[in-house]
């Protein structure tokens, strides 16, 4: 068959159903479980200012090679948003909220990468960020959280790494230790990291190429280098997530891709994954973004969890589909003598009811395939009973269980009284 002249674009994807609503559960669950924290919804535009990236990444990969920008019609010079958190740190200053801010976005990305799994051009995020408060139980508060959120999920291969950057004035003098250091060992390097050791030496820490891993395994340790305040709050921090049961990995390597991050960084990562796509969600605090924008100083901490991985993560431990039910119902009809379907499928909806049925197909072998392909909860037959044509079958595809219902012999009570046990039953 001929390829279609036009497809999605390489590394954009469809999402289609059933997927699409595994898709919207999850985002549905994260709603509810940071909403129970006191964390609204915010959703800001794809398009920002460019200097609203540029401004706090300058040096990244993210802003040199990544963004997808353009000059406008009149001349400003646009970006479809790489990540979330500088422009929801753009809204609070605009629109100057009370503080403590928490807010949760579910928001699309866009960066021009290499594609693999779990990695795209155009991906998809779940997040959460609070404004306005610099005391350790909020980094707790959204680490547990995040953990909390996959656990629930039924992710079991996790791991937590935590590491502290240390105040801004702490992580420029460590910077210029590993810049120097860094110079001392250039030729053993591989170029792509060369190339970083001036614009950005942190980010050689996390390098994943094998050439620079010895160079990078005998640098110094940021953590040996923390002020006496930067590391009572690190402690802090540990101690909190400790109590909460967690197990946590200090991993003095690790660092975040943009440069706006202060004290408290973290990820955490799946087994289950492969190593290079293994990190499923991660953040920290970022007590200098607001001023860098323009704003005034306020701290901040947040996270980002790519929904891609979340759900590579679910597939490669083997977890149930988190909707595995579409619809409620799916009608499938006999013959004739039995109720209206056209009726009863407007009567189910009317009471909370989500039902189909196959109106191309007469045919009940066909219908009742059709039905597999939009996986409802509930098949009603109806028509299966020549002597008792109000006698409806269903058939739970949770259990595989099938019981009668009568629904009466008046029409315009016959939904509402399907639909009482229905709803008993879900």
Request: aromatic fraction near 8%; charged fraction near 30%; hydrophobic fraction near 35%.
């Amino acid at each position: 068959m001929a390829q279609p002249k036009f497809q999605s674009l390489k590394g954009m994807h469809d999402l289609l159903p059933p997927d699409s609503e595994e898709w919207l559960e999850l985002v549905d669950r994260f709603r509810q479980h940071f909403g129970r924290a006191g964390y609204g919804y915010i959703q800001t535009p794809i398009l920002e200012d460019l200097d609203v990236f540029a401004r706090v990444g300058e040096g990244t990969d993210v802003v040199t090679k990544e963004m997808y920008d353009f000059v406008d019609k009149d001349g400003s010079t646009i970006a479809l948003r790489p990540e979330s958190t500088a422009g929801v740190a753009r809204s609070f200053i605009q629109h100057r909220p009370l503080v403590p801010w928490k807010v949760w976005y579910s928001s699309q990305h866009f960066r021009h990468e290499n594609t693999q799994a779990g990695r795209y051009r155009q991906h998809h995020q779940l997040g959460a960020e609070c404004f306005g408060s610099d005391h350790s139980d909020i980094d707790i508060e959204l680490i547990v959280g995040l953990w909390d959120f996959y656990r629930s999920l039924g992710l079991d291969r996790l791991t937590l790494h935590v590491n502290s950057l240390g105040d801004r004035e702490t992580r420029v003098r460590y910077q210029e230790l590993l810049r120097t250091y860094l110079s001392s060992h250039i030729e053993d390097l591989h170029p792509s990291d060369r190339e970083k050791v001036q614009r950005n030496p942190l980010r050689v820490l996390d390098t994943k190429l094998s050439e620079s891993q010895p160079v990078v395994a005998r640098a110094p340790r940021l953590v040996d280098h923390l002020s006496e305040t930067d590391l009572d709050r690190f402690e802090q921090v540990k101690s909190g997530i400790d109590r909460a049961g967690i197990p946590v990995e200090v991993n003095p390597r690790l660092v975040r891709g943009l440069d706006y991050y202060t004290h408290t960084v973290f990820e955490i990562m799946s087994d289950a994954l492969e190593t290079a796509q293994s990190t499923i969600g991660g953040g920290g605090r970022y007590d200098g973004l607001v001023e860098a924008l323009g704003g005034p100083p306020t701290p901040g901490v947040g996270f980002g969890s790519g929904i891609e991985r979340i759900l590579l993560a679910l597939r490669a431990e083997k977890v149930e589909p988190l909707a595995r039910f579409a619809l409620d119902a799916f009608i499938v009809t006999f013959g004739g003598g039995c109720p209206d379907p056209s009726a009863l499928v407007l009567g189910l909806r009317r009471h909370g009811i989500g039902v189909d049925r196959a109106l191309n197909q007469h045919n009940p072998r066909k219908q009742t395939e059709r039905s597999r392909r939009v996986h409802p909860r509930f098949v009603i037959r109806l028509g299966k009973y020549d002597d008792r044509p109000d006698v409806v079958e269903v058939a739970d595809q949770r259990d595989d269980s099938t019981w009668d219902v009568d629904l009466g012999p008046i029409a315009s009570e016959q939904a509402a009284n399907l639909a009482d046990v229905l709803k008993r039953r879900r």
